[in-house]
């Protein structure tokens, strides 16, 4: 593909796109300051419509915001002398650094760094259905609201037979399961981002009160 086309694209992605998307540039992170260049990254995929990998970054930013948070509200936001990062960073860091979401999420609801509702969404959605499913490549849980059976019709271009339906399991057949998963990747990847998004500042309000 030519370079012409790439910048024609991109282009037009970014006249597209931009507006919608600019005031997520301006995190102004006060506590969590490593997700100014992750949240930029992750806007530079929504606009240019680079959805998969706009969830899959936003799974990262997700586990490490639960995680960074329970490790703040373990030390405190106070600044730490030099000499003494090691010694107070290393216990909390052991602690919940190796965690798995599921825990995150119930640790960050018993510490109210998260409210019910946020924990609810959380765990009911977004663990199984997005996180689990494009962190572990598994279709089957991205595609589980979807209705297993499809209509699709079989003919022949070199004959004029009759064109058949079929009804096939759409969940079981790779291509379909691609074209599938690129559409539920397009219609969610804006508002997972957005809500994680919002959780990280939520969760910063609260650390810092």
Not at 9 to 17: D, E, R, S, T, Y
Not at 92 to 109: M, R, T
Request: aromatic letters at 12%; glycine letters at 2%.
């Amino acid at each position: 593909m030519k370079r012409e086309i790439f910048e024609e694209n991109f282009i037009q992605l970014l006249k597209q796109n931009f507006e919608n998307n600019s005031k997520y540039f301006n995190s102004n992170y006060q506590i969590f300051f490593e997700f100014n260049t992750l949240v930029f990254e992750i806007n530079k995929c929504l606009i240019l419509e680079l959805d998969r990998a706009a969830i899959t970054l936003t799974n990262y930013f997700l586990e490490r915001l639960l995680k960074l948070a329970l490790i703040y509200n373990e030390i405190g936001i106070d600044g730490i002398e030099i000499e003494k990062w090691d010694e107070v960073l290393s216990p909390a860091i052991s602690k919940f650094d190796n965690i798995k979401l599921g825990n995150s999420i119930e640790q960050c609801k018993k510490h109210n760094l998260i409210n019910s509702s946020e924990k609810d969404y959380l765990w009911n959605i977004i663990r199984d259905l997005i996180r689990n499913g494009f962190s572990h490549a598994e279709s089957n849980k991205i595609l589980s609201e979807l209705p297993n059976e499809r209509k699709v019709y079989k003919g022949s271009l070199y004959d004029n037979s009759e064109i058949e339906k079929v009804t096939i399991n759409q969940k079981l057949i790779p291509e379909i399961q691609a074209l599938l998963i690129e559409n539920f990747a397009k219609a969610n990847s804006q508002s997972y981002f957005d809500f994680v998004y919002n959780l990280s500042h939520n969760i910063e309000k609260r650390i810092k009160k």
